[in-house]
């Protein structure tokens, strides 16, 4: 499979779900979801019940692979182990997206659980295009890249966030999963300007928007958002959404990874997304005027 259709909405595939997503496939409901998102790693095992609830998943709902332990930008080698692991994955399913992101998360053979940032510089930007290239050769396809959120901006950063992007676009032939929520985060943690990067983000190459909630924490200088995927989108992340969805008609997601919800909050939050897309409008203004 290569790719998810346009305006296309899904929802994370996570453990607490995965009976009830089974059930769906049983009675033939969708619920409105056209795809399922999975987090690439904890369906790694092909003798797990997770790989074989994924098999009939699949048979129902189109998927998207999201990584998120490729640590494409530590300067450590990258892990033999766990591309393999993933290609047998992605080799197996033939997903429509296969991703990860921006970021860093080992040195010198330790993990951490967390996705760190880089600095946008001329050097970082080629050794993280040649990690990017050395797995879509090793996979035999494209990956996305999605923009990190960060607490911290580098002083050596030469380069805007969007710029380096595009400029991965360019290098590699990537495609872009672009997360709004980490977008407005940055741009209230860090001041990061939002019209700049909403009109020179390369448009052509998003195919995949996540929409996600944060949380708000105070500290003693003053209160910061915190990118937790536990709750649901916040109203200026509705707007961001509005303003993209008018002329990129790329597959939108619903993420929430803690405090994960009823299976129902999730359906409501991608009937919110399918309303505000141009051709759901269309449709129901059709629609009004017919009656």
Same mark, same amino acid.
């Given at each position: 499979? +290569? ?10 595939? *996570?453990?607490?779900?995965? =009976? ?10 969708? =619920? ?15 003798? /797990? ?18 990584? !998120?332990?490729?640590?494409?930008? @530590?300067?450590?080698?990258? @892990?033999? /182990? ?16 296969? @991703? ?9 053979? %330790? ?33 996305? !890249? ?19 992007? +595009? ?18 985060? +940055? ?44 709750? %649901?989108?916040? =109203? ?6 509005? *303003? ?14 803690? =405090? !994960?919800? $009823?299976?129902?909050?999730?359906? $409501? ?23």
């Amino acid at each position: 499979m +290569n790719g998810l259709q346009p305006y296309s909405t899904g929802v994370g595939l *996570r453990a607490p779900h995965i =009976d009830q997503w089974l059930e769906r496939v049983r009675q033939g409901d969708s =619920d409105g979801i056209d795809w399922l998102e999975i987090h690439s790693e904890n369906f790694f095992d092909p003798a /797990s019940r997770e790989w074989a609830c994924l098999e009939q998943i699949a048979d129902a709902y189109a998927l998207s692979f999201h990584s !998120i332990g490729m640590s494409l930008g @530590s300067v450590d080698p990258l @892990s033999e /182990s766990n591309l393999a692991q993933l290609k047998r994955l992605v080799d197996h399913f033939n997903p429509a997206l296969v @991703s990860d992101h921006l970021s860093w998360s080992s040195v010198n053979g %330790r993990y951490f659980n967390d996705l760190l940032p880089l600095p946008y510089t001329e050097e970082a930007l080629s050794h993280f295009s040649e990690r990017v290239d050395q797995v879509q050769q090793l996979l035999g396809r494209q990956i996305l !890249i999605e923009n990190p959120t960060a607490y911290m901006a580098f002083a050596e950063s030469t380069i805007s966030e969007w710029q380096f992007l +595009n400029r991965l676009v360019e290098k590699t032939g990537c495609g872009l999963l672009l997360d709004l929520n980490n977008i407005y985060v +940055n741009s209230v943690n860090l001041g990061l300007q939002l019209e700049p990067y909403l009109a020179e983000i390369n448009w052509s190459a998003v195919t995949e928007i996540h929409l996600a909630g944060f949380t708000r924490k105070q500290l003693d200088d003053g209160e910061i958002l915190i990118d937790t995927h536990g709750s %649901r989108v916040s =109203d200026p992340v509705w707007d961001l959404y509005r *303003r993209v969805s008018a002329h990129c008609d790329a597959a939108a997601l619903i993420e929430w990874d803690t =405090d !994960i919800p $009823e299976l129902e909050v999730l359906l $409501e939050e991608a009937a919110k997304a399918r309303a505000i897309q141009p051709q759901q409008l269309e449709t129901e203004n059709v629609a009004r005027g017919a009656a």
